[in-house]
């Protein structure tokens, strides 16, 4: 059993909420048990309390008006945190030092440096810490990553991800909405473009370590779009190009730009073939094999991976449990070295592009 605590009540917050409440045997899982212990909200108690009324939660769930109060209850064996870009090191600093552990939303910091803290941190303490990436942990993931392993398209070449929002944020929303606002680490970069490089770093670097689990750091270009009014990113483009196996990676993203939902959102190149994978990026849903020996490429072998039942944000939580309950530390499925190096790339693009969020939350 695994007794989580939630900070803040967003949408974020309402989609694992309401995951954590599923009961687990409805996915096949028997060996775990989530308990939603506490919930918190920055802004009042009152908050806490009706989100708690909307997830329907059990009587026996405390609300909390603060983070910190929530940290300091005992009974909080984990804290899931989805607060804004900006507050993640705070509040994720601030849960280790209060002896919790901590799944921690993507984009883990907002760069490099802050997210080495953290792991530095949980590590001196002992404490589990992992990116909430929840895409590496879907079956579906699981199931292209053995395609792969078994020679299905041959040796990887290339990987090209997309994930755009398709929305004029700005104007729907203001400028001070958490996706275009600086002063919140807005920008497609933080938000979308981690879904894309999750999968070119599975495939390109995850997957292909070398047999003492090594490999060269990437080469990193990139090109942004900025908002004419804000300054953060509204497209970023990056591409990513990995030395030891001459293999690249093309990751694009948008607040903008508008996706044909029926076209695959990644492809997976091989020199016999490749993979497509439709639906969003973050929350792929069907996958398609191309064999270029066959005698009809159009004959393609297609497969569903429907989600039953909830978000699928249970996933990236058993994981959690499973880890705790085994006396680990950090996932093997998305390491902290590996998120460290993602978040270095991403300081890259910012570098190259001229892109600096508010020195108070670039600070570590």
Avoid at 24 to 35: A, M, Y
Avoid at 64 to 76: E, H, I, Q, T
Avoid at 286 to 312: L, N
Wanted: hydrophobic residues 40%; proline residues 4%; aromatic residues 8%.
């Amino acid at each position: 059993m695994v007794n989580w605590g939630i900070i803040s009540t967003g949408n974020n917050a309402t989609k694992f909420a309401k995951d954590l409440l599923i009961d687990p045997s409805t996915r096949g899982v028997h060996d775990i048990t989530h308990t939603l212990t506490a919930v918190a909200s920055s802004t009042s108690l009152e908050k806490a309390r009706s989100f708690l009324s909307a997830m329907n939660a059990p009587s026996t769930t405390t609300a909390y008006g603060s983070y910190n109060s929530l940290f300091a209850d005992p009974s909080v064996g984990i804290v899931y945190i989805t607060t804004p870009h900006s507050e993640h090191f705070q509040n994720a600093r601030a849960a280790l030092l209060a002896g919790k552990h901590v799944l921690l939303e993507k984009s883990f910091t907002v760069n490099a440096a802050q997210a080495k803290t953290l792991v530095a941190l949980a590590r001196e303490k002992g404490l589990f810490l992992m990116e909430a990436m929840w895409t590496r942990f879907f079956p579906l993931m699981q199931h292209v990553r053995q395609l792969v392993r078994d020679g299905a398209i041959g040796s990887v070449q290339r990987v090209v991800a997309d994930r755009n929002l398709g929305r004029d944020v700005e104007r729907l929303y203001g400028t001070e909405h958490r996706l275009v606002n600086p002063a919140l680490a807005g920008g497609a970069l933080l938000d979308l473009a981690v879904y894309p490089l999750t999968w070119i770093f599975q495939f390109l670097y995850h997957d292909s370590l070398s047999s003492d689990g090594t490999k060269s750091r990437p080469l990193v270009s990139s090109s942004v779009i900025k908002y004419a009014a804000t300054g953060v990113d509204e497209t970023a483009t990056v591409v990513v190009t990995f030395p030891d196996s001459k293999a690249q990676g093309v990751a694009t993203a948008s607040l903008r730009v508008t996706s044909d939902p029926t076209d695959p959102g990644v492809r997976i190149f091989g020199h016999k073939g490749q993979i497509q994978i439709f639906g969003p990026a973050a929350r792929p849903l069907s996958i398609a094999v191309v064999d270029y020996a066959a005698a009809d490429t159009r004959a393609v072998e297609r497969k569903d991976f429907d989600i039953p039942v909830g978000h699928g944000l249970f996933w990236e939580a058993d994981a959690c449990a499973r880890a705790l309950a085994g006396g680990e530390r950090e996932s093997d499925v998305i390491p902290l070295d590996e998120t460290v190096l993602i978040m270095e790339v991403l300081d890259q693009v910012r570098e190259q592009n001229r892109l600096r969020y508010p020195d108070d939350i670039e600070s570590s």
